[in-house]
T-cell receptor
Framework: GAVVSQHPSRVICKSGTSVKIECRSL??????MFWYRQFPKKSLMLMAT?????????EQGVEKDKFLINHASLTLSTLTVTSAHPEDSSFYIC???????????FGPGTRLTVL | AQTVTQSQPEMSVQEAETVTLSCTYD???????LFWYKQPPSRQMILVIR??????QNATENRFSVNFQKAAKSFSLKISDSQLGDTAMYFC???????????FGAGTRLTVKP
């Protein structure tokens, strides 16, 4: 149980385009989902927290208009990187937590490369 | 703000031996949660072990155990009988309460040598 999927696993896009990453909880209802960014050989940096049906809470320094997060259902959250630039290239990881647990379950991550 | 410090960027251990990874944290909270996550080369984050601060007994999961020293704000991970598959990045994480987000340390890269 407690499986979280992410799609796509890898994406390459041109500078200026937008990219959508999906995060799904497959066998539980995720009342809260988190989006992290990880640079090579670095730790996970929390970007934003989203609760189902409400607006995401962004960490300081994260541009909410650039990284659009939607958590419209209890099993799906999406991160859209708008007008992507090469500096947005990174590994993006989502995690999900049910209201009944204090443990976050992580997706396998998405590697974004912006050319 | 809570901070998590992992002072060992890299460690290595011989197969079948024991290794301890250190983690300290800073908080003014009295109750909270601590975690160790493993990130192998696949980059999938895997929960290794968790500890609730109000529990005095150290958590144990098979070959993995923690030494939780609340007064010292220390949460070290001991891996016994190390296996090649234990080679990974290990992240210590702090969560203030079950409704909060998680904060990660910088990580320790562990290599198990045959």
């Amino acid at each position: 149980g407690a499986v979280v999927s992410q799609h796509p696993s890898r994406v390459i896009c041109k500078s200026g385009t937008s990219v959508k990453i999906e995060c799904r909880s497959l066998d539980f209802q995720a009342t809260t989902m988190f989006w992290y960014r990880q640079f090579p050989k670095k730790s996970l940096m929390l970007m934003a927290t989203s609760n189902e049906g409400s607006k995401a809470t962004y960490e300081q320094g994260v541009e909410k208009d650039k990284f659009l997060i939607n958590h419209a259902s209890l099993t799906l959250s999406t991160l859209t990187v708008t007008s992507a630039h090469p500096e947005d290239s990174s590994f993006y990881i989502c995690s999900a937590r049910a209201w009944t647990t204090d443990t976050q379950y992580f997706g396998p991550g998405t590697r974004l490369t912006v050319l | 703000a809570q901070t998590v410090t992992q002072s060992q960027p890299e460690m290595s251990v011989q197969e079948a031996e024991t290794v301890t990874l250190s983690c300290t944290y800073d908080t003014s909270e009295s109750n909270y949660y601590l975690f160790w996550y493993k990130q192998p080369p696949s980059r999938q984050m895997i929960l290794v072990i968790r500890q609730e601060a109000y529990k005095q007994q150290n958590a144990t999961e098979n070959r993995f155990s923690v030494n939780f020293q609340k007064a010292a704000k220390s949460f070290s991970l001991k891996i016994s009988d190390s296996q090649l598959g234990d080679t990974a990045m290990y992240f210590c994480a702090f969560m203030k309460n079950r409704n909060n987000d998680m904060r990660f340390g910088a990580g320790t890269r562990l290599t198990v040598k045959p």
